[in-house]
């Protein structure tokens, strides 16, 4: 089990800003690191191939990822501004972490971390290097 997230800030602030360029539609974006036996570093985001956003889904193909061993999770925003995630984005978990944006989109606190139990998990923020 990791024991240790961290999460650079440019992708906290990445994340949140086109989670409210995609508003009102959901947003989705992939999360890339390093991830070692008890740490995972996040410090870059990516957009899926072929994403769709709609009004209470986002999505991607899983086949058309390309063979990259540095993603290590996903993004997506909730529009509703409910911070808990829900049965379909269990059965869509994809990578060791799962980041949820909530309404507004404004600061760290309306972002939250999940690990693949669906446990809220502490992240620290790591100025970008």
Do not use: C, W
């Not at 974006?29 to 991830?35: C, S």
């Not at 290590?72 to 911070?83: D, M």
């Amino acid at each position: 089990m990791t024991k240790q997230i961290l999460l650079a800030r440019s992708v906290i602030d990445s994340v949140l800003n086109y989670s409210k360029g995609a508003y009102p539609d959901e947003a989705i974006l992939l999360l890339t690191g390093r991830n070692d036996k008890d740490r995972i570093a996040i410090d870059g985001i990516e957009v899926p191939p072929l994403a769709v956003h709609g009004e209470s889904f986002s999505e991607f193909p899983l086949h058309m990822l390309p063979m990259d061993f540095s993603i290590v999770g996903t993004a997506h925003s909730h529009p509703s501004g409910n911070l808990k995630l829900s049965v379909p984005d269990m059965n869509n978990f994809y990578g060791r972490v799962m980041i949820i944006t909530s309404y507004p989109y404004e600061t760290a606190s309306d972002l939250a971390v999940f690990n693949s139990s669906g446990d809220s998990v502490k992240y620290e923020v790591v100025e970008d290097s």
